[in-house]
C-alpha cells in the first residue's frame, strides 16, 4: 500500500499563488507517475499536471506558464506550485500515485484531496 498525504490548499484572490504538496510514504514503486487531478463541482475530475520517476512532466494545457509541478525525491514529496490563480482554477485537488512494476501489481493510490477556492 502506498499512503499519501496532502497539503497547501486553502483560499486566495485571483492573481494569487499557492503551493501544494504530496507526500508519499509505505511501499513504493521504482517507477511511477505521480502528479495532481482536480474536480471542480459537477464536472469530471481532470488531469493538472504529472510527473514520473524519470523526470518526465506533463501538463494539461490551461495551466502551462502558471503551475509548476516539482518532485524531492529524498522526501518522495510532489509539489505543486500555482500562480497567477483565476476562479476556474477552484476546484477540490487530488494527488494521484501509480507505481509500476515486472514483480507485482500496478498500484493507483488517491489523495483525499484538498481544496483550493480562487475568490475575491
Wanted: aromatic residues 12%.
Amino acid at each position: 500500500q502506498v499512503q499519501l498525504v496532502e497539503s497547501g490548499g486553502g483560499l486566495v484572490q485571483p492573481g494569487g499563488s499557492l503551493r501544494l504538496s504530496c507526500a508519499a510514504s509505505g511501499s513504493l514503486f521504482t517507477f511511477y507517475a505521480m502528479g495532481w487531478y482536480r474536480q471542480a463541482p459537477g464536472k469530471q475530475r481532470e488531469l493538472v499536471a504529472q510527473v514520473t520517476s524519470g523526470g518526465v512532466t506533463n501538463y494539461a494545457d490551461f495551466v502551462k506558464g502558471r503551475f509548476t509541478i516539482s518532485r524531492d525525491n529524498a522526501k518522495n514529496t510532489v509539489y505543486l506550485q500555482m500562480n497567477s490563480l483565476k476562479p476556474e482554477d477552484t476546484a477540490v485537488y487530488y494527488c494521484q500515485y501509480a507505481g509500476f512494476s515486472t514483480s507485482r501489481p500496478k498500484g493507483d493510490y488517491w489523495g483525499q484531496g484538498t481544496q483550493v477556492t480562487v475568490s475575491s
